[in-house]
């Protein structure tokens, strides 16, 4: 193995290495520049004494650029020998470059020797979009620094995940990222998941950002006098490892993110429908009254919800004996089954200690958890009491956990369960700090304690001795150096000198110690914004084994870049307030239009706290016009299921029929996240990007692209004011036109279960022609086709259908059909490969006096149906 940089040798050695500040740090200058068709390398050095403000600074480092595909570049800086950690393969498998020639590719890299700085710019037009040159590079053993100048008052937009503006402040403004339990979603804060990916618009396109790096970070977003507009990254470890996304559509943006992190997963057609859950159901006859409310009530419920109230102490993988016994909880599955309703439960990735408890031992024969310095288990608080946790990527930690899956949700023995909800898992820790004594906290805090801890055989917590790693060139030009890529030895992995803006306090607090090393022998210090990222694919895993041709359906609190492959996520622990309610639709365009998350939503009415009737009608409109729809609360919360009050239960019931009539709109707004990489949901800038006026909007929103959202969104108001761009739009309800001038309308007397709702001119939507109580039911339903004609007299819209549930059938077995108005007729072309019993039963053409058609088109093949007279259009 090569040496250490020098100064790292000194510290190591432990000789004072003297600290100045980070101003004073002196840069990189590159030599050694070697140029290829399809990229460029070369030697970073340190352009002067070392600073070593927020750790050692590195002496060398190795650039790496390379075009990998038209519309990416990838610019990468390592340590010469790296050592430095890296985002392992087994979390983010990299995406495959195609290895572009330089001449090719909409954007170029251009390099400045000394002090080395590059930017990035749009080839072309030459303009500029990305310029490290107003600052030195600060590459440290736990601190990197990069600061890009940005146009005044950029517009920018991702960076998730956080309960802020769609469009993020300019000024003083720091995004942290660092994953951790948030009650009440604070904002200008972090939050539960971790998303380095940013887009930025401007009148000449859009184009993305995505740093891949998991280390806790601060990302400031600042306007001063002397730098103007800029962001940077201040980040505690980690290499610089940055892929650009050339755009130039803000749709394009998204797509190419998709493609460096991987396309999400397709969702069951059930998951679409409405779900409710609450923390305090607190025996299986109240799930099922619960169920039979909703019934009562004439409110469709797709799905009920064990929160972790079944559990015996809290534990996972066993039922309360009393409250929830085995025999009972089967036949409540059974029953929905029969019922053609799911059932979803909780796992928590905390494990307890009780030592007669068997998945507890079979994980520590299984060497399943992460461990201490001892090399016995690494233990904290959950619910479940003191407890371990499973390390998701070591192949024990996952096949332990799968296993255990098997064993409880067998189909035979025990529940046969529809999906899983994977909470807790930032990771949370009960225990605050890392002074904590696990059991005397549990204790204190009233869990029941566990018998006497058995040892287990120290294991030396080796770090296993990998070979080189192999990674996909990232360039034919790149040299490999001899590092594990694992993390540089002699760090501070508690307290790093520079302190992230963490809203908990240090990095270990009230989550697994950064100190714990994991099987591969990485470090919480630099895996921990990916341990749910980790449990996610487990858990899918798990699902997959049982029943291998089904969808899985899991959702996960904690997220990282790439999740969306494995889970949907909801918001977390919001409070039951408008606030909360109003910030809900850009937390959902954050995820759904920058972080390729399509399946996405709130906590229907809120989670903690009391929700108000008003509000809860409200709540329950907007979210039938989210992806993931579902009401939950928490134990200390009154209930608030929406037949708890009749304005509410009348909203819901109004707000779930049109939701289930637009059921396969949305679904094929789903399929075609998961086969494109484009946002389920669209802030209006996408549709309408060069309209200034809807760069900032975060209150509307295009379900799809076709459907307009624009709830009321001031307290217990029945006024809203909303911006419709210059085009045609036709009221959903109604079906009345009304022109847009870009401009803002104003609609008052909105009653409890109303929202104001617009078909974009342009759009068909295929709908159900009549809703029902259950999705598996309004699969038996006709279609009805709604022709909304824009100004230039046509329209055009898509139907993606399948069976709902089959995992991969590779498009052999689905539709994906494009239907188009000529202002005559409409006509449907596309692939057929789904053999429906349905037909379009009807096509209506929004217009000033609407037109109506009745018939029986097959959707097994193409039709063409002459709607109007020849004569009669223009
Ligand atoms: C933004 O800049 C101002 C002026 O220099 C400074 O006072 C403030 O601390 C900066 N904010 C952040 C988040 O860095
Ligand atoms: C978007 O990407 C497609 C290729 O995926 C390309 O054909 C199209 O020109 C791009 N459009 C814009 C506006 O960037
Ligand atoms: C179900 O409805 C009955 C009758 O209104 C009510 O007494 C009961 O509390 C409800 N149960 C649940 C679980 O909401
Ligand atoms: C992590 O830090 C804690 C607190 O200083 C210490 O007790 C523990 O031994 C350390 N663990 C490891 C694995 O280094
Ligand atoms: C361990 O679990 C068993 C079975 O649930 C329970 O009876 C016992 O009280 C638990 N022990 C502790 C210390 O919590
Ligand atoms: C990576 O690059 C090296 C050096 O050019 C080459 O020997 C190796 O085959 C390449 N591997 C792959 C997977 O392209
Ligand atoms: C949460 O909402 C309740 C009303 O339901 C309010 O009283 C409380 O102050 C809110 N808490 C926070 C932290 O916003
Ligand atoms: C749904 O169920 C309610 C009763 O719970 C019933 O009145 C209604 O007709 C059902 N709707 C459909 C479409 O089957
Ligand atoms: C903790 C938190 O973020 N609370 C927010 C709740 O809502 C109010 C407005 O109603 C915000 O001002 C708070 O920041």
């Known amino acids: ?87 392992p393969e087994s979390y ?254 909780m796992l928590d990735p905390g494990t307890s200690t009780n030592t007669s408890y068997d998945p507890y031992i079979r994980g520590l024969e299984a060497d399943a958890f992460l461990l201490a310095d001892d090399g016995s288990p690494y233990r904290g608080v959950q619910w479940a009491g003191e407890v371990v946790w499973p390390d998701y990527t070591s192949p024990e930690g996952v096949d332990w956990w799968v296993n255990e899956m098997d064993i409880f949700f067998d189909p035979d023995t025990g529940l046969d369960v529809d999906g899983l909800w994977n909470d807790m898992n930032e990771a949370s820790n009960f225990c ?28 030396g917590r080796p770090i296993p001795g990998f070979p080189d790693s192999f990674q996909p060139n990232s360039t034919a030009l790149r040299t490999r150096a001899s590092g594990d890529k694992k993390g540089l030895p002699g760090r501070d ?50 699902l997959i084994k049982r029943r291998p041709s089904s969808r899985p359906f899991v959702l996960t609190r904690s997220t990282f870049s790439s999740s969306s492959a494995y889970a949907a996520h909801w918001f977390g622990d919001n409070n039951s307030t408008w606030s909360d309610y109003r910030v809900s639709i850009p937390q959902m365009l954050g995820f759904t239009a920058v972080l390729n998350h399509p399946m996405v939503g709130s906590d229907v009415c809120g989670f903690n706290g009391k929700a108000e009737e008003a509000m809860c009608a409200r709540w329950a409109m907007l979210g039938a016009f989210m992806p993931f729809y579902r009401n939950h609360a928490d134990i200390s919360s009154d209930f608030q299921e929406f037949y708890q009050w009749p304005s509410v239960a009348a909203a819901a019931k109004r707000a779930i029929d049109a939701r289930y009539h637009l059921l396969d709109y949305i679904y094929t707004a789903l399929y075609r996240a998961s086969a494109t990489g484009v946002p389920s949901v669209n802030p209006l800038f996408f549709v309408y990007p060069e309209d200034e006026g809807t760069w900032a909007i975060d209150t509307q929103f295009f379900l799809g692209e076709s459907i307009l959202v624009s709830p009321v969104t001031n307290d217990d108001s029945q006024t809203v004011n909303f911006y419709l761009p210059n085009d045609v739009f036709y009221d959903f309800w109604t079906g009345d036109k009304i022109e847009g001038s870009g ?48 100004r230039d007299g046509k329209a055009r819209g898509s139907l993606y259908l399948d069976d709902g549930e089959t995992m991969d059938t590779g498009g052999e077995e689905t539709s994906d059909i494009t239907f188009e108005w000529d202002g005559v007729g409409v006509r449907s072309t596309g692939r057929f490969g789904y053999k429906s019993r349905r037909v379009v ?32 259009e223009i």
């Open 743 to 790: 401009a803002v309308v104003e609609r008052t007397g909105v009653a409890w279960d109303d929202i104001p709702v617009h078909i974009r001119g342009g759009s068909i939507i295929p709908m159900r022609s009549e809703s029902a109580n259950t999705t598996t039911d309004l699969r038996g339903n006709d279609f009805t086709l709604l022709v909304a004609p824009g």
């Open 841 to 872: 039963e009807k096509i209506v053409v929004l217009a000033d006096e609407d037109d109506e058609v009745v018939g029986s088109w097959s959707l097994d093949r193409e039709f063409d149906v002459e709607i109007r007279d020849r004569g009669e």
């Open 92 to 345: 983010i498998s990299r995406p495959e470059s195609s290895k572009q020639m330089n001449a090719n590719a909409a954007l170029s890299f251009d390099l400045k020797q000394d002090p080395f700085s590059f930017t990035i710019r749009r080839k072309g037009s030459g303009e500029i979009l990305f310029d490290t040159s107003r600052q030195p590079l600060v590459f440290e053993s736990q601190f990197l620094r990069l600061r890009t100048s940005l146009p005044d008052n950029a517009n920018l937009y991702g960076l998730g995940e956080h309960s802020d503006p769609f469009r993020l402040p300019t000024q003083d403004y720091t995004r942290t990222l660092w994953n951790g339990e948030s009650p009440f979603i604070p904002r200008g804060s972090n939050l539960y998941g971790s998303h380095p990916m940013y887009l930025e618009h401007r009148t000449t396109g859009s184009h993305g950002v995505f740093f891949l790096n998991s280390n806790g970070m601060d990302i400031k977003i600042n306007t001063t006098a002397e730098d103007g507009t800029f962001l940077e990254y201040n980040t505690l470890g980690g290499i610089l490892d940055l892929y650009f996304l050339a755009g130039d559509s803000p749709k394009n943006v998204s797509k190419q993110y998709a493609e460096v992190v991987g396309l999400p997963a397709m969702m069951p057609y059930w998951s679409l429908g409405f779900h409710q859950a609450k923390y305090g159901y607190w025996d299986v006859n109240y799930l099922a009254e619960v169920v039979a409310n909703y019934s009562a009530a004439g409110i469709p419920l797709e799905v009920i919800w064990a929160d972790i109230d079944y559990m015996d102490l809290r534990k996972n993988f066993v039922t309360d004996p009393v409250n929830f016994p085995m025999d009972k909880m089967r036949e409540l599955v059974d029953t929905l089954h029969d019922r053609h309703q799911s059932f979803i439960m």
């Open 493 to 542: 992995l508690l307290n790093p000198e520079y302190r992230i803006n963490n809203h908990l306090g240090d990095i270990s607090d009230n989550t697994i110690w950064t100190n714990i090393t994991n099987h591969d022998g990485t470090s919480q210090y630099d895996t921990h914004n990916m341990y749910g990222l980790s449990m996610v694919k487990a858990t899918r895993a798990g």
């Open 1 to 87: 193995m090569k040496c250490l940089t020098w100064t790292y040798a000194l510290a190591a050695a432990g000789l004072a290495v003297a600290a100045a500040s980070i101003d004073e740090c002196p840069g990189y200058k590159a030599s050694n520049i070697v140029e290829g068709d399809t990229g460029l390398t070369a030697d970073l050095t340190l352009a002067g004494e070392a600073c070593n403000a927020y750790g050692l600074d590195l002496q060398d480092l190795k650039l790496v650029v390379e075009y990998q595909t038209e519309d990416r570049l990838h610019v990468v800086i390592h340590d010469a020998d790296e050592q430095v950690y890296q985002v």
């Open 432 to 459: 605050p700090d890392t002074t904590c004594d696990p059991k005397k906290h549990a204790d204190d805090t009233n869990t029941p304690p566990d018998p006497p801890f058995p040892g287990r055989p120290n294991t």
